[in-house]
Each structure stands twice: as structure tokens, then as C-alpha cells.
């Protein structure tokens, strides 16, 4: 399983960016996903997760009425919206992809229910 994470860039604070994670190599439709962030000289945290069907979310504190993770099945492809963007998001995002113990689930939050990631995508937002 290969996970593409793109998206990232510069921004300015209340701004937006859409993240995207392209899953090849496996049935995407089967895996719950998530998201990841992780600042400089900081441990790599939790974001959002997205049920394998889409039905149910969940979200960290810090970003919860301002992100929105969502998929396309058909596209292979998770997104994550971020809107009213802050300095502290500032961070490396992670796409995230279980593996076979954790098909058809529920959203996942836990950084070991996670078997494949894809390279960071960086966002950087300015004050």
C-alpha cells in the first residue's frame, strides 16, 4: 500500500488549504483513514479519521469546526479541508492507512492502529 499525501504550502493565519492523499496498492475502499501532524522536535499527533465508509469522523480538539476529513472511494483519495488556519498548525501532515487487522472499521485514532503512511505534506502558516 502506497499513500501520496500533497496539498501542503504557505499561509497566511485565517486561511485555507485541502490536503489530499492519493492510496494505491491495496482496496482503499476496505481501510478506515486517517490524519497525522507533527511539529518541529514534537512526537507525531493525531488530526482526524475517517470511517471506511465515510459515515463517521473524528476529530482532535485543536482542530475540531475548523478541519474536515472526507474521501472519495472512487478516486482512491482522502482529503483533509482546513479552514481558519492557525500558527500552532504549523506542521508535517501525515496521511495514514490501517492494516489488514482493522478493515472495514470505524474511524481510527491511535498512531499504532496505523500500518502504512505516506511522506509528509508541509504546512506552514505565518502570523
Known amino acids: 500500500v502506497q499513500l501520496q499525501a500533497s496539498g501542503g504550502g504557505l499561509v497566511q493565519a485565517g486561511g485555507s488549504l485541502r490536503l489530499s492523499c492519493v492510496v494505491s496498492?491495496?482496496?482503499?475502499?476496505?481501510?478506515?483513514m486517517g490524519w497525522f501532524s507533527q511539529a518541529p522536535g514534537k512526537e507525531r499527533e493525531f488530526v482526524a479519521a475517517?470511517?471506511?465508509?465515510?459515515?463517521?469522523?473524528y476529530y482532535a480538539d485543536s482542530v475540531n469546526g475548523r478541519f474536515t476529513i472526507s474521501r472519495d472511494n472512487a478516486k482512491n483519495t482522502v482529503y483533509l479541508q482546513m479552514d481558519s488556519l492557525k500558527p500552532e498548525d504549523t506542521a508535517a501532515y501525515y496521511c495514514?492507512?490501517?492494516?489488514?487487522?482493522?478493515?472495514?472499521?470505524?474511524?481510527?485514532?491511535?498512531?499504532?492502529?496505523?500500518?502504512?503512511w505516506g511522506h509528509g505534506t508541509l504546512v506552514t502558516v505565518s502570523s
Open positions: 495514514a492507512a490501517p492494516g489488514r487487522s482493522f478493515l472495514y472499521t470505524g474511524y481510527l485514532q491511535h498512531l499504532w492502529q496505523y500500518d502504512y
Open positions: 496498492g491495496g482496496t482503499f475502499s476496505a481501510y478506515a
Open positions: 475517517i470511517s471506511w465508509s465515510g459515515s463517521s469522523v
